[in-house]
């Protein structure tokens, strides 16, 4: 990272990179496009190997896509289709962005940063379809709304919080991260409570009887 010393330190690298990967689970295209308008607009330097997020052609595809994610992420369902759909594109994503933050250092830091942020994107893009399924269960629409907004500003303040302020960024991080887990032990037990309550109900079984 030394070539970057004069511009970005260790911990800022460190961060932005973690904070794609993460990011990448949830809003992958607003991700790729405020790092890209930063980098831009001349906000935040950003690591050789995430130039080409600056690319008006980049911003462009980004920008747009920003756009139908915010709507499809607002409507019960549509948002889940999305999410399934997204699977295989979020978290190869995040291991790509998390590898350009860090590859510059020589290609095995690219491998662990690849790694880490695969892993980070898996991790965020579970807990939110998780979530999002539990939430869908409900018939009102306002709650998949708040959530998704919810989600919308977490992401900023989060890709906000990596590049001002690396170390908090981090606290925020580990603690995210262990909601996450926690949050998707709970909603699974919630959610397979529903399934066998739907089971029942088109199979016409009784209900259980409690003690």
Do not use: C
């Not at 010393?5 to 689970?25: F, K, M, N, T, Y």
């Not at 980049?58 to 999305?82: N, Q, R, T």
């Not at 295989?88 to 291991?95: F, K, L, N, T």
């Amino acid at each position: 990272m030394d070539a970057l010393s004069h511009l970005i330190d260790a911990p800022q690298v460190l961060a932005l990179a973690a904070a794609l990967g993460w990011a990448s689970g949830i809003r992958l295209y607003a991700a790729v496009f405020l790092a890209g308008m930063a980098g831009f607009l001349g906000w935040f330097p950003l690591p050789p190997g995430l130039h080409v997020l600056q690319h008006p052609g980049v911003l462009a595809a980004s920008g747009f896509m920003l756009v139908v994610e915010f709507f499809a992420d607002k409507i019960p369902l549509v948002d889940s289709i999305w999410d399934t759909v997204h699977t295989v594109i979020r978290i190869p994503a995040g291991a790509a962005l998390a590898a350009g933050a860090l590859g510059a250092d020589g290609q095995a830091m690219g491998w662990i940063a690849a790694l880490l942020g695969g892993t980070l994107a898996a991790t965020s893009h579970t807990a939110k379809m998780t979530t999002r399924a539990a939430v869908n269960t409900s018939p009102e629409p306002f709650s998949n709304m708040l959530v998704s907004l919810a989600e919308d500003g977490f992401v900023v303040f989060m890709l906000w919080l990596s590049a001002t302020h690396p170390v908090l960024f981090a606290v925020a991080l580990v603690l995210t991260l262990v909601a996450a887990v926690l949050l998707m032990v709970v909603l699974v037990k919630f959610l397979r409570m529903v399934a066998r309550g739907l089971a029942r109900f088109f199979t016409g079984a009784p209900a259980p009887q409690g003690n």
